[in-house]
């Protein structure tokens, strides 16, 4: 993993706001985990992914938070 985020007890749309930022100098193909605790970020981070140009690589519930790999497109 090239750089984790915790944007736990942020909501919507901070997270993927945060995301888009911390992401800018990451160079292409590099690999981010995004924690979060807001149920939204479910339909907001593929849906930020997909607009971007990035990869969804998957999401997986921990400890009641979410955990979203994205990779840099």
Known sequence: MDLEIDAIGLLCPLPVLRLRKRMEPLNSGSKVRLL???????????HFCNEAGHKFVGMKE?????????QKG
């Open 62 to 70: 921990t400890e009641g938070c979410l955990e979203f790999i994205v």
């Open 36 to 46: 979060v605790d807001d149920p939204a970020a479910i339909v907001d981070v593929p």
